[in-house]
């Protein structure tokens, strides 16, 4: 069974610049999260994605944002990019995100901005 | 504001030498404790969910248990491939509420 996808594994931009990253849920999973990993801050929530809605949203400025498609797999933006950006972003699946269903990460997207 | 708090932030350990690594938090309303490891350049990998106090969890040289304060990963007879970092997370609240992270415990197994 296929696990969480994410592309790119790398990605350089510069500051000002928008990034895309993109998220293929294991199948059969629906909701879909996103956070983001760096040295200081350790793992942080950004946002959950279910149905094509996102239900919750962690402590970022809206240069951060998400969609869902139909097949669930999740796309996330980053406008306006600033050095502090640079980070592991992950993304985690699980069957609906409700109770305590544990999540599973991809390997991430490793972010660095110039 | 939930918490979670993890120690030590590194140990290493020789071959065989067991030891325990603890994840204290402070939550309102804990739906579940999850423990993940993570090896380097790679995504969490999930390992244990915890729900209530009391309960325990076993995978090969891994333990996981659970009180109303703290979780604890006991670690039996480690090898030099159980090295990573190993992470804990709680869910609270509603369940579309992201995980709230510790920062992890980098854990180094020498042959």
């Known amino acids: 069974k296929a696990g969480v996808t994410q592309t790119p594994r790398y990605l350089i931009k510069t500051r000002g610049q928008q990034v895309t990253l993109s998220c293929s849920p294991i199948?059969?999973?629906?909701?879909v999260s996103w956070y983001q990993q760096t040295p200081g801050q350790g793992l942080q929530f950004l946002f959950e994605?279910?149905?094509?809605?996102?239900?919750n949203k962690g402590n970022f400025p809206g240069r951060f944002s998400g969609r869902q498609f139909s097949n669930s797999r999740s796309e996330m933006n980053v406008s306006t990019l600033e050095l502090g950006d640079s980070a592991l972003y992950l993304c985690a699946s699980s069957w609906t995100g409700e109770g305590s269903q544990p999540q599973h990460f991809g390997d991430g997207t490793r972010l660095s901005i110039l | 504001e939930d918490q979670v708090t993890q120690s030590p932030e590194a140990l290493r350990l020789q071959e065989g030498e067991s030891s325990s690594l603890n994840c204290s938090y402070t939550?309102?309303?804990?739906?579940?404790l999850f423990w993940y490891r993570q090896d380097p350049g790679k995504g969490p990998e999930f390992l244990f969910t915890?729900?209530?106090a009391g309960e325990e969890k076993e995978k090969e040289r891994l333990k996981a248990t659970l009180t109303k304060k703290e979780s604890f990963l006991h670690i039996t007879a480690p090898k030099p491939e159980d090295s990573a970092t190993y992470l804990c997370?709680?869910?609270?609240?509603?369940?579309?509420?992201?995980?709230?992270f510790g920062k992890g415990t980098h854990l180094i197994i020498q042959p």
């Open positions: 997370a709680v869910q609270v609240g509603g369940g579309a509420d992201g995980l709230t």
């Open positions: 994605y279910f149905s094509e809605t996102q239900r």
């Open positions: 939550v309102s309303g804990l739906r579940g």
């Open positions: 199948s059969g999973h629906r909701s």
């Open positions: 915890l729900y209530s």
